[in-house]
């Protein structure tokens, strides 16, 4: 990822409604959902959800398919794995940080 494309990401994703609505189609995997589940799913207004949508598309956080007469979204997992990618390259210093590694960063910074 570019950083202008990962400034985009995160400013996108720096809004509460936005953020909801992305871990939500983050869960629905693939298949994605429609406008209306996605109101319902994060309580809001469908003509509220279109400007919200409109953003994480536009930070290529999301896509549309149309399918019949609906639209349905989903979270793009390729866009979500460069941004944590990008977060995390030179993490700790070129060591392995996950939890299940012997070499764990903490909080406190440098591993352990």
Known sequence: ???KSVVAALGAL???TRLGVFRLLVQAGPTGL???QIAEGVG???SLLSFHLKELLHA????QVREGRSLIYAA???A???LLGYLTENCCGGNPCSPDSKLACSTEG???
């Open 14 to 16: 720096a809004q509460e």
């Open 1 to 3: 990822m570019t950083p």
């Open 110 to 112: 440098g591993c352990a």
């Open 80 to 82: 979500m794995n460069g």
């Open 44 to 46: 809001i207004a469908p």
């Open 60 to 63: 290529d956080l999301v896509t």
């Open 34 to 36: 429609s406008a209306s």
């Open 76 to 78: 793009n997992f390729s």
